[in-house]
């Protein structure tokens, strides 16, 4: 394991994943079994500070991010859910949303939110 001395998150933040198995007719099922969504959130505050999900080519990645990163899980999940309908238009846009679904739900159980 290559540990970084220089801490990239904050203490308050948690790590909570998302996943769901993936069609077969979608690419990502090619590469992996799963669809994985990685977020990294504030965990009082809800605020999406970093976001990566297994996705068959980089840009797809850096485009669910760029609509996931500085919004707040807790109180715009549905906002977050109908941007990923209108704008991503993957084979993966279902699984996607039941992975940022998923990962809500973790928190709820683990922290009550």
Known sequence: MNFNSQKRYEDNTILVVGMLRTGDANPITAMYENL?????????????????FNAVCKITDEFVASILVGRNLYTETEFLCDQIKERYLGASKKTLISCLKDARNKIAMCFNN
């Open 36 to 52: 994985v969504l990685v977020l990294i959130v504030e965990k009082e505050s809800g605020l999406i500070v970093n976001a990566q």
